[in-house]
């Protein structure tokens, strides 16, 4: 089991939704995919470097015959994965804290959802339907979400810096030099090991 | 398409596992046995073939019961759970993301999947590929924090980064002419540095103690 590699936690839950509730959400899934504002909480919150929910069809699992039993199930399921920074803790409590309504939007289609607030229950029903990582990868284990994007904002104003710097006399130089330190400066944090966390 | 978020990928696939009363250990133990020996470093089969952010393999006993009223099932298999974020192909599709996988990694995907339900091997790439996709669930909604940006130009930016931040450490006062000599040793520096390694190893580190637990 490892739920964690690095400073990224592997999330995995399932949860039972009654089969006419999940075209309910699959419509809420189209409007938040396709207005980008609805977004705005989750790209927020900026400890998640990905997150999905899929929804699987009672019939939908896989099937390949060769002996493998057919599912015979009442519900469809709700999957979600998410790669978060920090630990289980900090992430329930700001879920809870800050998408409250997007949470229940979403997994009050589930059976037995208690609503994302109060945490205390929100927190005992996604720790009895989440379920263990047996492996898990990333290439860039002492990077965090915040580590990746300020790296990318670096990257873009040295190559603005680098594709000018022969166009320039050594005094432009030193003044663009400056504007570019005063861009990139708040994203010049070190990445290395994630914190012990006791 | 909800497995794509710009330049990003969400697959998703389920494989069933053999459900098999004479094998020994299960082949579902099988499985979780040969994942917790596996590197997660740069030996991982995840590290050798190109392509993947972050991934995950996860053996799914069952669905999970939440109480009554609810109605209590279960699954007639257990399923491997491939969850992978990764850079698709020029047209968008994942076809050669798995092709990769295959070529650089095929003997750690045989061991695994395996003990699935119609595998075919890695060796047939096409077989191995409709195999893949057949398993493959349409991710639903798919979120991701950097979507424009590959393996590669990620682990570009973390080197560009922290050089970045050494240099600007290290030239504070200096002379404009002295300042942009040595701004350009630093793009030759960069341009001629190699690709840094993917999920590079751990570094060790002296065990601490002392917290609230002990």
């Given at each position: 089991m490892s739920n964690i590699n690095g400073k990224v936690y592997a999330m995995n839950a399932i949860t039972p939704m009654k089969p006419w509730k999940t075209w309910v959400l699959r419509l809420i899934f189209f409007v938040l995919g396709h207005v980008k504002s609805l977004q705005q909480d989750l790209i927020n919150l900026s400890f998640i470097e990905f997150a999905r929910w899929v929804v699987v069809p009672r019939a939908g699992f896989p099937q390949f015959g060769n002996g493998q039993e057919p599912e015979k199930l009442t519900y469809d399921y709700l999957l979600f994965f998410s790669n978060f920074n920090g630990t289980w803790n900090q992430y329930i409590d700001a879920f809870s804290a800050v998408l409250s309504k997007g949470l229940n939007l979403i997994w009050q289609w589930s059976e037995k959802f208690p609503g994302s607030v109060p945490v205390t229950l929100f927190k005992e029903y996604i720790g009895r339907v989440q379920f263990d990582t047996d492996y898990y990868f990333t290439a860039y284990p002492h990077a965090t979400a915040n580590d990746l994007k300020a790296a990318h904002a670096v990257q873009a104003s040295y190559d603005d810096l680098r594709s000018r710097v022969n166009s320039l006399s050594d005094a432009e130089f030193a003044d663009a030099y400056m504007s570019f330190v005063l861009q990139v400066q708040p994203n010049l944090g070190e990445t290395g090991e994630a914190p012990v966390v006791f | 398409m909800p497995n794509n978020s710009g330049k990003v990928y969400g697959l998703t696939i389920l494989s069933p596992i053999l459900n098999d009363d004479e094998a020994s250990p299960s082949h579902d133990l099988q499985i979780r046995s040969y994942l917790a020996g596996l590197?997660?470093?740069?030996?991982s089969p995840f590290a050798q073939?190109?392509?993947?952010h972050l991934a995950r393999l996860v053996v799914m006993d069952d669905v999970i019961f939440v109480g009554a009223p609810a109605v209590e099932e279960h699954l007639n298999s257990k399923y491997l759970i491939f969850e992978s974020n990764c850079d698709p192909g020029p047209d968008g599709t994942i076809d050669s993301y798995l092709q990769g996988l295959a070529e650089y990694a095929g003997a750690h995907l045989d061991a695994i999947?395996?003990?699935?339900?119609?595998y075919p091997g890695a060796s047939d790439r096409a077989a191995f590929v409709r195999y893949m996709k057949a398993c493959q669930l349409e991710t639903t909604f798919f979120f991701a924090a950097?979507?424009?940006?590959?393996v590669p130009e990620t682990l570009r930016a973390l080197q560009t980064q922290k050089a970045v931040a050494d240099f600007v450490e290290t030239h504070q006062g200096m002379q404009p002419g002295q300042l942009r000599a040595e701004f350009l040793q630093l793009v030759a520096t960069l341009d001629a540095a190699p690709m840094p390694a993917v999920a590079s190893a751990t570094v060790s580190r002296e065990m601490k103690i002392g917290g609230r637990n002990e």
């Open positions: - | 590197s997660t470093g740069r030996e073939a190109p392509g993947t999947w395996s003990h699935c339900v119609g950097v979507n424009d940006k590959s």
